[in-house]
């Protein structure tokens, strides 16, 4: 007795035709399965490489030969795994077409299922894939409607992932939670605890929160019994995290941008002091802390000091050598700083500048702080401070006589002169432009021995004196 063996050829043109080869050692669902076998390698490959009419092609030829479960007495049967694998790669298949179609000219090119799909809406396209799965894997000999119980776990996380890629949580969340009702009513799909656990975490972790549905994914760890406890914390744990890392993400959206203000550079703040038991511990010299970096005034005197520093980072006293009390000398603000001689390990001594420094206490002065940031005043600031004063009270009067007056009695003698002569250019006769010429040179000989000075003097000596007779007279 001989049996047959379904074998397979791919020719160039992308149809898979498959035909048999004899054999007589292997069954029919074994048979099945070598040819789906060798068949997937080269629709995954076409797959990924985005050969969709060819992946097509090879996925109808291998449904083809694989159809449904024959009895729920058998289940998971010998073709259950090829089932999966075959359904989650038509799954990826089409949800790829449907969110990122392919670019090419021809759309004959595109094989007529896929352009059908292409023309749903997400939840149609997850409503027809979900439906197919169902009627793969609910077995043929029972009566009933194709049912979710019979779906693997890992087909239910393969359907939530693809409604997730084409942003339709909504259909992930109804098939999860109608999965979780009815998967205690096959035996097989109810004891695989580690897909149940893949399914919740997927639902609680991702399903959810799409959905803004923390507190729900929440609740639901809260009341589910089958989990283990681990597996419950760690759950918690990630969901917490990504609820964090939501609300941050939010926080840095809606915070308001605020532009960059520019401000000077503050000044460190003194450094902290362990207090002395000695009698001078008010006092400190420059040498007290341990950096080498110290806040120096922005005065000459200062720079001159700052340049006479010797770094002192590299001296570390020894336990033998005794340093004497330092002696206190004061400056003129009045704050003691020490300038006693060093004692270093090899007998040599280093004495510290002193320095300025402000009192504990005290904060920074807000003089030192505003001469840093001084800078050379704009000519236009230089002008509005010296005139300043003269615009304010009585003196308003004094600035109108001594400067507006002169300067609009110059502006009227000149306008005057202007017109005085355009009008006598324009009546004159050949007679009197003659004598008008003679007038001219005597008065530009006459103007050209005064000097800009007399005659800015005489004008303001005419104002003066009309000012003065107007306010004898009542007038001002």
Known sequence: MST???????????????????SSSRTSPDMTATTLGSLYPRAAEAVLHRDFALAHSIIASAFAILHPPTSHFNLPDQLDGQRCKWDILRIILETTVFSAPPTSSDPEAMPAPLRANMMLSAASLIATLYTRSQRLFTPSSSN???SVAYLPARMVVALDNASLKIDCPEAASHM????????????????DSEGYEAVVELYSLHVLP????????????????????KARQRINESLDAL????????????SPRRPPVASPT???????????PSPSSSSTSSIDTTSTRTVVPNTPRAKQLSHSLTPMSSISPSPSSILPPPAVTSIPNGTPVSSSPISLPNGSSVRATPLPRAPRADPIPSTLSSSVSLRIPHILAMLQAYIRPYLTGSKVTFVIVLFVFPFLSLLFRLRRGRSRTNLAGSTATVANNKAV???????RNREAGRNVLSVVWNEIYRSVADAVRMGGSGLV
Do not use: C
Request: cysteine-free; hydrophobic content about 30%.
């Open 176 to 191: 999860t939670e109608d999965w979780l009702g009815k998967r205690v009513e096959v035996e097989h799909i109810y004891r």
């Open 144 to 146: 009933q409607k194709p």
């Open 4 to 22: 047959t063996v379904l074998t397979s050829t791919i020719p160039t043109s992308g149809v898979v035709p498959l035909k048999l080869a004899p």
């Open 437 to 443: 010429d003679d007038v001219r040179r005597r008065l």
């Open 243 to 254: 609820q964090e890392e939501a609300n941050e993400l939010r926080r840095r959206f809606h």
């Open 210 to 229: 799409r959905m803004e549905g923390w507190d729900q994914a929440r609740e639901f760890l809260v009341h589910e019994q089958e989990l283990s406890p």
């Open 266 to 276: 503050p000044s460190p703040p003194p450094k902290s002091r362990s207090p002395s």
